[in-house]
């Protein structure tokens, strides 16, 4: 088995699975996961976490989704 491939694939689906799972939830939520992502990736960034990666996305993803539906 090929497990860097298996990697790939599961954080691939992890990111189209976040944006459609986003696309379900109320304004209040996103706006929440907006703010607290946002925290937690700059508190990642200062102590050299490897998640803050995936915080920043979900910012990010987050933030789309808001603006799509304006």
Not at 1 to 24: C, G, L, P, V
């Amino acid at each position: 088995m090929n497990y860097a491939y298996q990697a790939q694939e599961t954080e691939n689906n992890w990111h189209s699975d976040t944006i459609e799972r986003f696309k379900t939830l109320s304004v209040d939520s996103l706006e929440y996961i907006k703010n607290d992502a946002k925290s937690a990736a700059i508190a990642g960034e200062s102590i050299d976490n490897p998640k803050a990666r995936q915080y920043w996305d979900e910012y990010f993803y987050a933030c789309a989704e808001l603006k799509r539906r304006k």
